[in-house]
Nanobody, 123 residues
Framework: QVQLVESGGGLVQAGGSLRLSCAASGRTYSVNAMGWFRQTPGKNREFVARMTWSGGNTYYAHSVKDRFTISRDNAKNTVYLQMNNLKPEDTAVYYC????????????????WGRGTQVTVSS
């Protein structure tokens, strides 16, 4: 089991920034990559960004590329999502998740999930 706890969400005006954190504990040795996803009511969970746990290889959804940055602090078992130039359409609950795969963006490939943190961007 891997436990994930997200934090850092909140209310911000369009153009502002937030940094989300995802602290991992438990059997993190089984993790090969971590991802960030987001979801709004009535919609499927949407891939945002992912990073391999050891190598730092990153990949972003087109909608957030050049605005969001995923990073990690292995000593703290924590992954971050720096979100800049936020837009109202970024409003969602953001989740982090872990996978044993390396390059997947499919939420069905992620085994463990946090409870999410709400991000609201006002116009």
């Amino acid at each position: 089991q891997v436990q994930l706890v997200e934090s850092g969400g909140g209310l911000v005006q369009a153009g502002g920034s937030l940094r989300l954190s995802c602290a991992a504990s438990g059997r993190t040795y089984s993790v090969n990559a971590m991802g960030w996803f987001r979801q709004t009511p009535g919609k499927n969970r949407e891939f945002v960004a992912r990073m391999t746990w050891s190598g730092g290889n990153t990949y972003y959804a087109h909608s957030v590329k050049d605005r969001f940055t995923i990073s990690r602090d292995n000593a703290k078992n924590t992954v971050y999502l720096q979100m800049n130039n936020l837009k109202p359409e970024d409003t969602a609950v953001y989740y982090c998740a872990t996978t044993r795969r390396l390059v997947t963006t499919d939420p069905n490939d992620y085994e463990f999930w946090g409870r999410g943190t709400q991000v609201t961007v006002s116009s």
